[in-house]
DNA sequence: CATGTCAATCTTGTATGCAAGAGAGATGGC
DNA sequence: GCCATCTCTCTTGCATACAAGATTGACATG
């Protein structure tokens, strides 16, 4: 199975159990995979092409901590994705907004249950559930990757508070849809994203440390003195 | 130079002089390039994460072939992308708007010469350039890797007539952009995309054979008999 | 002449070996 | 005690060797 490293590590990373800036090792890898370090090396190019893990020549293989200005493209792109599917989608049936009515009971089951590693994933889970009802393969990979890049996002600077605050946001997008009301829903999904990015700003870091090291490119700038 | 070979590949498919279905040779890159296959493996590895070449086992790799389902994917995320950012833009300096008109002076002087590889490259990079105004790299990568597929897709079905006509809308588009009237450049560019889906699926082919074969789903499906 | 078979060759798939940079810790000088 | 330096180890970077499937052509056989 050649694609199976890239998609564990992927799945290990979008369910928050290799957080950002988690460091991962050739050798450790291959010995746990049981393979040589060809086919990490593989996998780890392709989760590299896709923004979700970085290299630092002859340091090693690092999840990537995604800087503010990152996380505000992804954002970005996020809500224009978003906004321009949604209203430009027709109605959806009754079949996909059973769908999406499931996925919204399962997050108020993760809110219920204070559990935040499963709830930020289903945060993203949710738009990518959006998407997948048009069929499009593509359209859906895109949004993939982008709500891989936003929990890393999310793991690192969003608080509770804001998740709480995205899953009411979530269930009033769906209700929009659930009436056939797309244009709001594509309103609605697009100031969602516009507050999420907000807050991301303004909170409190809970690494102090690491995020002033990102803030000055600490670490990656190779001009280490003037 | 770590990414030379994977620019300097995607720089020859979306300047038209590597076409789709043609055969990359691990042995003969590795040579043209001075490294071992290694380096060109690695390329190739990512090329494929961005769906621009794919890999058939133990055959060789190849610039991908989309299929007309593949192509109306690609186009319709394009609409949906370019719709979602033009019609949240605001308007565009003096200073952006010259560069997409220095950009459709360019397809208009392709256009005199007749010089269709050239204007299929620019045809996509028109939208990519629209893009870059955001300054957003995420948002821009994401369009370029979409801009590269709808070249290999415009060189496999496109007639001349449709370039045509694509340059002609691309000027309303500019036109539009502007007056700073980005309501209706978002609504002209959803059509265009639209239009030019449209005039894929009744083009003829130039290879009536392969298409056949793409169709039918033959060279990749497992099931060689049932 | 048609056809099946076998071998040579070409392709990618994967592992491994070696080079070289980066870092940590010991060690020596002060 | 403090600091510089050196070495040892760990990391990735890249090339290479070998494995194994796919193809093509020769060639024998009917």
């Known amino acids: 199975m050649p694609k199976g490293i890239e998609a564990t590590l992927l799945s290990a990373v979008v ?7 988690h460091r ?4 450790q890898l291959a010995e746990a995979f049981g393979v040589s370090r060809t086919l990490v090396r593989e996998a780890l190019t392709r989760l ?6 970085m290299v630092k020549p002859r340091k090693g293989w690092f ?27 027709a ?26 590693t ?13 998407v997948k009802q048009s069929g499009n393969a593509t359209l859906v990979e895109t949004m ?9 996002i999310s793991l690192r600077y969003q608080s509770e508070h804001n998740a709480l605050a995205s899953h009411k946001d979530h269930v009033e997008i769906f209700e929009a849809i659930a009436r056939g009301d797309m244009k709001t829903a594509a309103r609605l999904s697009f100031e969602h994203l516009e507050d999420v990015e907000a807050g ?26 003037g």
């Open 15 to 21: 369910e928050g159990r290799i957080k950002p800036g």
């Open 24 to 27: 991962l090792s050739e050798n």
């Open 48 to 53: 590299e092409a896709r923004n979700i893990v």
């Open 63 to 89: 999840v990537v901590e995604p800087s503010a200005e990152e996380a505000a493209e992804v954002y970005a792109t996020r809500r224009i994705l978003e906004y321009g599917f949604l209203i430009n989608s």
């Open 91 to 116: 109605p959806f049936t009754a079949a996909q907004i059973a769908d999406l009515q499931a996925h919204i009971d399962e997050e108020r089951k993760a809110v219920d249950a204070s559990d935040k």
């Open 118 to 130: 499963r709830l930020t994933y289903l945060m993203g889970d949710f738009h990518v559930r959006i």
């Open 144 to 152: 993939r990757t982008l709500a891989a890049r936003t929990n890393l």
């Open 200 to 225: 991301i700003m303004i909170d409190t870091s809970p690494d102090a440390i690491e995020l002033l090291k990102n803030t000055l490119r600490l670490d990656e700038a190779p001009n280490g003195r």
